[in-house]
DNA sequence: TATGAATGAGCCTTCATTCAT
DNA sequence: GATGAATGAAGGCTCATTCAT
């Protein structure tokens, strides 16, 4: 009886959410966290900001939800990258894997490498970024021990950093980077201990 | 009649600025450019609002003249470490000097990394920080061109983002970071093409 | 082809009107008119946002039609109390009265009472609550005039503004008002001119 | 050197502060608290909003404030008024004095009654009115018990009621309420046990 | 040179109300 | 009769900036 079945309400939700969050990923990126409005978002969606507030528990939720979203699509990923393989071969699927995420999620990244020094911003995103740090670095650091690295926790610290280098410099610039054969040439460093 | 001779107040002036300026610096980097106020700077300048508008041309104009003041300071860091020696040995003193920067003015590169990904404020740097960054990948680039590395554009790029990376990863937590080892083995790396 | 019946659909009317009104003015008694949310009172009665708005012309429609029923309702009770008998004993059983409503209809005069300064809300509600009062008023004048007491027209005022005044403080904090005392008190005083 | 003195300065503030709080007061007593927006008393102010909140601690602070001040005033008045006199005469008195001080303050009254039914609001204020209506009943208490009325508790009750009925009724319509007589008829009323 | 009172645009958020996938 | 997605005006508050009873 009802001019709306329970299913279009579901579908209308969906769409809804969905653009709200890909605007805000979208101009969280550009702008950053705080030079983004909330009214800018609901804009960038094309709906108002009163429905943005009935998907979304404010910005910083915002925030929030588009990092839980990002981290667990970025962490399946990795999950499957990191199947089986020789301990060797491991290091570069990783390395490969790492850059194609960042290929596929470039805004994400953007915007939580925007975030990562903003101590305000990040308290509202609790551990959620600093543990993901630390666990990649872990993940790094086994690999690297058992490819026969030397002192794999420096080594572990230098790949990182490597990583997070490069994506940030293709971040700011991703049509002039040369990203592969940057990535090319990281993965043959890589190859051997 | 007055009381002050020019000279008294030309130092006056420079004492004054140079509080603001540290004050901008420290707040900013502590709190991000957009996580702190004008009012706070001054506060903690120990300045009234109006006095730091005397001398800086407003909160971007703040940022703009930090970024200008520490560019000016790292590019003579460079100079100097620049000078002479062989071309293998130029690119340890240049790693060298960039980590030596680095721990000095830690609080500037925060602040820099921090705003980095928000075109909004990079917009009132103009392209300052874009030359600049091109600029050190520039000389990288010779460097290795000259200590005969292959492929002197890939490896400059890969040497920048781990500098950076380094740099960033440090800074986040500077008191755990194990920067001195991956000093050293950067400059092992970079020591042979 | 309709499963319900005119009827039916006359009590279902009157059902959700009814769990409407009550929720409201449950709401609106607990957490004041501007206190009190819409969506809430939808919440409270069970009922959609949607259908509120079927029975009911808006938020101060509700706070009118809330009015106009506890109006009409304690009309009612005072006419029944008003029937008969002597007009010294006419005053004792309009007390009596008005303390047997404002224990059954407690919260509406909370809401009432916390309304009552509010010009913008009381707008909404017309000359209604005005109107009431002045009625009060003079029919206590009246009763006070027949039962020989001088001045009844300030003498009127007093008792109304006693019984006022004892009704708010007793809505503040009915669980340790002395209630009964205070009715027999005024009761006694009003019995002789 | 300034182009304002430090005196020039706190006049300055004392001023705006005034219209500030008068204002508020005004408005407040008007539209009730929820009734009225920050920007409201701003304009009423003849001040921007901005300043508004260099001299008041959010809007609720601004009602604190307003009670702070009243209370302190009121209580000034009461202690004046109780100075001496005989135990009956000290009844009177404190009626006198009430009505006096209702006459001087009606606006702020209006305010405290508009905000007495409000637990919202009321939680912003803190114990504050609660604690000072207890009191006012407590030495009400008292003076009738010395004065020699039997039960001063229930009695007690009873004129507080009608005190703050009457002040109540006078408040909603200043221009035509009996004041005067009303008074008198208290007054005379509460002479004798 | 140095002060701080004053401004007002803009921010995040709530909420009464409408209307149709 | 009944739903809830969607709207947008308005609210409290902050803050960069100006300017002088």
Redesign the interface.
């Known amino acids: 009886m009802s001019p709306r079945s329970p299913a279009d309400n579901a579908r209308l939700r969906e769409e809804s959410r969905a653009r709200i969050m890909t605007a805000a990923l979208e101009r969280f ?4 966290y ?2 983004t409005s909330v009214r800018a978002i609901a804009e960038t969606a094309g709906v108002s900001v009163g429905l943005l507030y009935n998907y979304v528990d404010g910005k910083d939720g915002l925030l929030r939800a588009l990092f839980e979203a990002s981290m667990a699509d970025v962490r399946a990923s990795f999950a499957e990258a990191d199947a089986a393989g020789a301990p060797a071969e491991r290091v570069e699927r990783l390395v490969r894997a790492s850059f194609a995420i960042l290929r596929q999620r470039q805004t994400f990244w ?2 939580s ?2 975030v ?6 990040l308290a509202s995103l609790g551990d959620r970024v600093l543990a993901w740090t630390d666990e990649i670095r872990h993940v790094l650091e086994g690999y690297l021990r058992d490819a026969g690295f030397p ?1 794999p ?3 572990a ?2 790949l ?7 994506s ?2 293709y ?2 610039d991703p049509a002039r ?2 990203l592969d ?2 990535i090319e ?2 993965v043959a460093r890589y190859r051997h201990p």
């Open positions: 990126g550009r702008d950053g705080d030079g953007r915007l490498y925007g990562r020094m903003q101590e305000g911003v002192e926790e420096i080594e610290a230098l990182f950093a490597l990583i997070d280098g490069v940030q410099h971040v700011l980077y040369p054969d940057v040439r990281i």
